[in-house]
């Protein structure tokens, strides 16, 4: 019987950077964007067999295959990953490593994987961690592995594991965690905390408490030629107290956001937008233009010509946005956000009103 699971986008509402600096983040899933990951077990048991599948084409080709599980896990050890099928490839390696640490039994079955997605790629949205999630869910399925054997704060730190450790791809422990949970997460990544139970403090929020009408845009076709890196995370190792303290005031921001969002019948619309906006001019103060890109400030420069504030989703190459008023009931709301749209994808931008995934 075919396994699958579907893993979404995610955008990072508040905090963010500050969940690489032990600060604290607000992420939330998205139904826009995700990935369908189906994995079809072999007809015979005792084929170990395991093939990765091209999801090109409507013949699902072989692209990789090995013997056996213990057989890849070896091959990545000796030879490294095959770069087409890294992620796949080395989530096999970092679960079939863990359950044998934990004296997991896997049966020797083997099978086959394949996997469609429609993130944006490159554009912040968390594409890559949504394969290894997607990957590594389907996987527990088929060796009967439940969340209780592996706790869900665990779960992320492994997902991580295999980009960061395994492939030598900067990553932070955001994504995996509101990918694994789902929903909307609040993340808190107190360094002592971490040292101490190797796993932040994740609380969940009631989605139902956002303010209504988010939307995304993001760049239809983004590169990674001309961008220039930040040297952010060498300035916070050596102390530079500026970079420090935005830091803290990003954990503050998300502070913030969290009681706005735990607040009942309380308007905060604006007062969210208030700190949206003020949580990428920090962003860019830290920075800088040159890192954040010309692309990305245009189109953080037209949200706000239309009265929206806006932040990065990510990284950067997608952006989130929110009316700055409190009245749901405005229509310049939907008014303003036409032209926006149209102003967007004249310059080549794409729009979307965000959809959130529980």
Same mark, same amino acid.
């Given at each position: 019987?075919?396994?699958?699971?579907?893993?979404?986008?995610?955008?990072?509402?508040?905090?963010?950077?500050?969940?690489?600096?032990?600060? /604290?983040?607000?992420? +939330?899933?998205? #139904? %826009?964007?995700?990935?369908?990951?189906? =994995?079809?077990?072999?007809? !015979?048991?005792?084929?170990? /067999?395991?093939?990765? +599948?091209?999801? #090109? %084409?409507?013949?699902?080709?072989?692209? =990789?295959?090995?013997?056996? !599980?213990?057989?890849?896990?070896?091959?990545?050890?000796?030879?490294?990953? %095959?770069?087409?099928?890294?992620?796949?490839?080395?989530?096999?390696?970092?679960?079939?490593?863990?359950?044998?640490?934990?004296?997991?039994?896997?049966?020797n079955q083997g099978f086959s994987v394949h996997f469609n997605t429609n993130i944006p790629r490159q554009v912040g949205l968390a594409g890559s961690s949504a394969v290894v999630t997607a990957f590594w869910k389907v996987?527990?399925?088929?060796?009967?592995?439940?969340?209780?054997?592996?706790?869900?704060?665990?779960?992320?730190?492994?997902?991580?594991?295999?980009?960061?450790?395994?492939?030598?791809?900067?990553?932070?422990?955001?994504?995996?965690?509101?990918?694994?949970y789902g929903g909307l997460m609040y993340m808190d990544f107190n360094k002592d905390h971490m040292i101490e139970h190797g796993v932040g403090i994740y609380e969940r929020l009631d989605i139902n408490s956002l303010p209504k009408e988010l939307w995304i845009a993001y760049e239809q076709n983004p590169s990674d030629s001309g961008k220039i890196h930040s040297d952010v995370r060498k300035r916070y190792e050596r102390g530079?107290?500026?970079?420090?303290?935005?830091?803290?005031?990003?954990?503050?921001?998300?502070?913030?956001?969290?009681?706005?969002?735990?607040?009942?019948?309380?308007?905060?619309?604006?007062?969210?937008?208030?700190?949206?906006?003020?949580?990428?001019?920090?962003?860019?103060?830290?920075?800088?233009?040159?890192?954040?890109?010309?692309?990305?400030?245009?189109?953080?420069?037209?949200?706000?010509?239309?009265?929206?504030?806006?932040?990065?989703?990510?990284?950067?190459?997608?952006?989130?946005?929110?009316?700055?008023?409190?009245?749901?009931?405005?229509?310049?709301?939907?008014?303003?956000?036409?032209?926006?749209?149209?102003?967007?994808?004249?310059?080549?931008?794409?729009?979307?009103?965000?959809?959130?995934?529980?």
């Amino acid at each position: 019987m075919e396994l699958t699971h579907h893993s979404y986008a995610r955008v990072g509402l508040m905090g963010n950077p500050s969940d690489g600096f032990y600060g /604290k983040t607000i992420s +939330l899933l998205i #139904s %826009n964007f995700f990935v369908k990951l189906t =994995l079809i077990p072999n007809d !015979l048991i005792d084929n170990n /067999k395991i093939f990765f +599948l091209s999801s #090109s %084409n409507s013949n699902n080709d072989c692209n =990789l295959s090995f013997d056996s !599980l213990n057989s890849l896990v070896e091959i990545s050890k000796s030879k490294g990953y %095959n770069k087409e099928n890294c992620l796949l490839q080395a989530t096999c390696k970092v679960f079939s490593e863990y359950c044998l640490k934990n004296n997991f039994n896997l049966h020797n079955q083997g099978f086959s994987v394949h996997f469609n997605t429609n993130i944006p790629r490159q554009v912040g949205l968390a594409g890559s961690s949504a394969v290894v999630t997607a990957f590594w869910k389907v996987l527990m399925k088929f060796y009967n592995i439940s969340d209780k054997n592996i706790p869900l704060p665990i779960q992320a730190n492994l997902i991580l594991s295999v980009e960061k450790d395994e492939l030598n791809i900067s990553a932070g422990l955001q994504d995996r965690v509101i990918q694994v949970y789902g929903g909307l997460m609040y993340m808190d990544f107190n360094k002592d905390h971490m040292i101490e139970h190797g796993v932040g403090i994740y609380e969940r929020l009631d989605i139902n408490s956002l303010p209504k009408e988010l939307w995304i845009a993001y760049e239809q076709n983004p590169s990674d030629s001309g961008k220039i890196h930040s040297d952010v995370r060498k300035r916070y190792e050596r102390g530079d107290q500026k970079v420090i303290d935005a830091m803290k005031q990003f954990t503050l921001f998300a502070e913030q956001a969290r009681n706005i969002l735990i607040q009942r019948n309380e308007p905060k619309r604006s007062e969210f937008a208030k700190l949206m906006n003020k949580n990428f001019d920090l962003r860019r103060e830290i920075f800088g233009d040159q890192v954040l890109g010309q692309t990305n400030l245009i189109m953080i420069e037209l949200a706000r010509k239309h009265n929206f504030a806006a932040k990065f989703t990510g990284s950067g190459g997608a952006i989130l946005g929110l009316w700055n008023g409190d009245d749901d009931n405005d229509p310049t709301i939907l008014i303003n956000a036409e032209k926006l749209k149209s102003e967007l994808e004249k310059e080549g931008f794409c729009f979307c009103w965000l959809i959130p995934h529980e």
